[in-house]
């Protein structure tokens, strides 16, 4: 689809002509959403809307928040600030379309994903995890509802030499938030879904409710073909049940505590199942998380949850002396070695959405909207979305020339902590916004053809 803009060897061209190519392709990016979008509003929304994208990843960073007079200022220009916050709070509060056009528009690009890599006989991974959003100074704002503060709960942990803070949890107003990111074996992932969801009021929904209708979504676009990655907050006899319902295949990181059978009658818990039994191999393990090399060992053993009378395997990686083993319920079949390692690796892959989670939450000001009617609000954080999305596309190997020019030329660092990071999309963002900045690219007039075209 980018054949036509060259990635090969970018320092040949000036900076004005690579801002103008980065910005064709976040148009051909926009295009299929902008597209449906014209079909419901006025061109001149669609023109706000892409704008608005391209100024979010131009000039929000952790310092400034998602706020609509500064995002009018920069839409327009400082002096004409009203009017361009008129413009995108007419976008927003127009009944003419929803959010579920966005939604539609990520579910699309995840099924494409899904069938490009299973064409390449690979395996697709859907990792799901859950949040919130904390609008703690915030009362009487649309939907908001009680969440416990991740926030508090980090600054409660225990400093040595400092007293014991109190060890209540902290609840504020605030929203729940859910996502799936898919991504294969190596490479950067792709943003399926995010959805936010509250307890109260007019928009009340419960956590049964989204994750039930998530799982159905799933297996209906994308069948078998997608091996599901869960966390210890999934873990359950009733999620358990639900997946092999629907003949999902999974990997659940298990509790040590929760029980499970062992030859099909003895009932123990999962750390007294694996006590004692020798590890098939030993290997040495990259941690992306902390940068380093560790040995880990790996134990397969076949299991059946009491609640689920189903062949299911328990997957334990020892990752020696120090780190907690990782309990893995499965129901992908381990015959071998390979197919345990491959269990292990996979669900190592899940620490990419930890990394959505910081980056939109500091990096976009998720948290920061302040617009009072639900509907408007899940419009700009889903817009948000959508250039948080557009820089995962800029990770893809075929823009690794792009990516080089951009951290050489625009956000040089010399720290070899910098220098070496694998996927620097802090910096990535930031060298593409100083380029913007320095050389304004003409509107897009590709998008500009497809409009046309499509009307």
């Keep these: 689809m ?60 952790r310092c400034h928040a998602l706020l609509l007079s500064e995002l009018g200022a920069y839409l327009d220009s400082p002096a004409h600030a009203p009017a361009g916050t008129k413009r995108i709070s007419n976008l927003l509060r127009s009944p003419k379309w929803d959010s579920s056009l966005l939604e539609r528009f990520f579910w699309d690009r ?3 994903f899904v069938n490009q890599v299973k064409e390449k006989d690979e395996d697709v991974l859907g990792i799901w995890d859950e949040s ?26 225990i400093k040595k030499g400092y007293y014991r803070p109190p060890s209540a949890p902290t609840f504020v107003p605030g929203m729940h938030w859910i996502a799936i990111l898919l991504c294969g074996r190596q490479g950067p992932p792709l943003l399926a879904h995010m959805r936010w969801w509250t307890s109260r009021g007019k928009y009340a929904s419960n956590a049964r409710q989204e994750e039930l209708w998530l799982l159905q979504r799933c297996m209906h676009l994308w069948g078998a073909n997608v091996l599901h990655i869960f966390d210890r907050g999934y873990a359950g006899g009733l999620w358990v049940t639900e997946c092999l319902e629907l003949h999902l ?26 006590r004692g039994k020798k590890s098939w191999s030993q290997r040495h393990v990259w941690d992306a998380r902390t940068n ?5 060992g790996v134990v397969a053993l076949p299991v059946q949850h009491p609640e689920a009378h189903h062949p299911l395997w328990l997957v334990v990686s020892r990752p020696g002396k120090g780190r907690p083993p990782w309990y893995l319920l499965t129901n992908e079949e381990i015959t071998t070695e390979e197919d345990a390692w491959r269990v292990v690796f996979a669900y190592a892959r899940r620490w990419q959405i930890e990394m959505a989670w910081r980056y939109n939450k500091s990096e976009f000001g998720f948290e920061c909207p302040r617009l009072w009617s ?21 990770l893809d190997d075929k823009y690794t020339c792009w990516r080089e020019w951009l951290l050489t030329t625009w956000c040089h660092r010399t720290g070899k902590k910098c220098r070496e990071a694998t996927a620097p999309l802090y910096r990535l963002r930031t060298a593409l916004s100083r380029l913007w900045l320095a050389f304004p690219p003409p509107l897009m007039g590709l998008l500009q053809t497809h409009l046309e075209n499509s009307g």
């Design 2 to 61: 980018h054949s036509q803009y060259s990635t090969n060897e970018p320092e040949t061209q000036t900076s004005s002509q690579m801002a103008e190519q980065i910005q064709n392709h976040l148009a051909l990016f926009l295009a299929p959403f902008l597209v449906i979008l014209n079909q419901h509003l006025d061109k001149r929304f669609v023109q706000t809307c892409a704008q608005l994208v391209e100024v979010i990843i131009t000039f929000r960073d």
């Design 110 to 112: 995840a099924t494409l």
């Design 132 to 157: 919130v959003l904390e609008k703690a100074e915030s009362i009487a704002l649309e939907g908001l509802c009680p969440v416990r503060s991740s926030k508090s709960r980090r600054l409660n942990r």
């Design 249 to 274: 295949r999974f990997i659940l990181r298990w509790t040590k505590d929760y029980q499970l059978f062992e030859h099909g009658h003895l009932k123990k818990k999962a750390w007294m199942i694996a």
């Design 292 to 296: 380093c090399w560790f040995q880990a």
């Design 374 to 394: 639900w509907e408007n609000r899940v419009k700009l954080l889903l817009i948000a979305t959508l250039a948080y999305a557009f820089l995962l596309t800029l």
